[in-house]
């Protein structure tokens, strides 16, 4: 039962540097999404797709690109990475066509820091 | 700006006693509402969710939903060292999940 896997688990960035955070679900969901966590902040969402061939943009999209591969994956792309994304970063994947009234399940995160 | 309100904590509890946690939310077209559980350095993990006013119990979990005061909790019973976590509660919009900042629970032995 792989669930939602994320990878890397850590990462570590230079300023300016550029890298693609994936992520892929095996549960047949149709939606999936991208949030940030910092402390004190809580979950902010970035970018999500509420469908395969579609995306959207969360609350905190700024800095960030995202495409839906197929209906399993959702990468995640910082072009020119600054201090301020360093965070953890989950993947989610929700069920059914109307996503958040389904429960998300999360991956295991990616640690980010950009110096 | 949609919110979801939630005390920080950390709220403290001996161990065999019950944990109340609550949660306020402002969108009132939200129709689901999800209960999660965070250790530290993990993923959080979903331990309820409701849909309808009142009451719903899973084992030791009880959710509780007041869509007229936009009030949803958690009770814990029976709280154990290993439910000291993060709990985080999120309410569903259209199309995605807000999430409340969370209350740490620390229940001592």
């Known amino acids: 039962n792989a669930g939602v896997t994320q990878t890397p688990k850590f990462q570590v960035l230079k300023t300016g540097q550029s890298m693609t955070l994936q992520c892929a679900q095996d549960?047949?969901?149709?939606?999936m999404y991208w949030y940030r966590q910092d402390p004190g902040m809580g979950l902010r969402l970035i970018y999500y797709?509420?469908?395969?061939?579609?995306?959207d943009k969360g609350e905190v999209p700024n800095g960030y690109n995202v495409s839906r591969l197929n209906k399993r994956e959702f990468s995640l792309r910082l072009e020119s990475a600054a201090p301020s994304q360093t965070s953890v970063y989950f993947c989610?994947?929700?069920?059914?066509?109307?996503?958040?009234?389904?429960?998300?399940?999360f991956g295991n995160g990616t640690r980010l820091t950009v110096t | 700006q949609k919110e979801v309100e939630q005390n920080s904590g950390p709220l403290s509890v001996p161990e065999g006693a019950i944990a109340s946690l609550n949660c306020t939310y402002s969108?009132?077209?939200?129709?689901?509402f999800f209960w999660y559980r965070q250790y530290s350095g993990k993923s959080p993990e979903l331990i309820m969710f409701?849909?309808?006013?009142g009451d719903k119990e899973d084992g030791r979990f009880t959710a509780q939903l007041n869509k007229a005061s936009q009030y949803v909790s958690l009770l814990i019973r029976d709280s154990q060292p290993s439910d000291s976590a993060t709990y985080l509660c999120?309410?569903?919009?259209?199309?995605?999940?807000?999430f409340g900042k969370g209350t740490m629970l620390l229940v001592s032995p």
């Open positions: 409701i849909y309808s006013n």
């Open positions: 797709s509420a469908s395969e061939g579609t995306t």
């Open positions: 989610a994947s929700s069920g059914g066509l109307t996503g958040p009234n389904s429960p998300l399940h």
């Open positions: 969108d009132r077209g939200s129709q689901s």
């Open positions: 999120a309410a569903a919009g259209y199309s995605t999940l807000t």
């Open positions: 549960m047949n969901h149709n939606s």
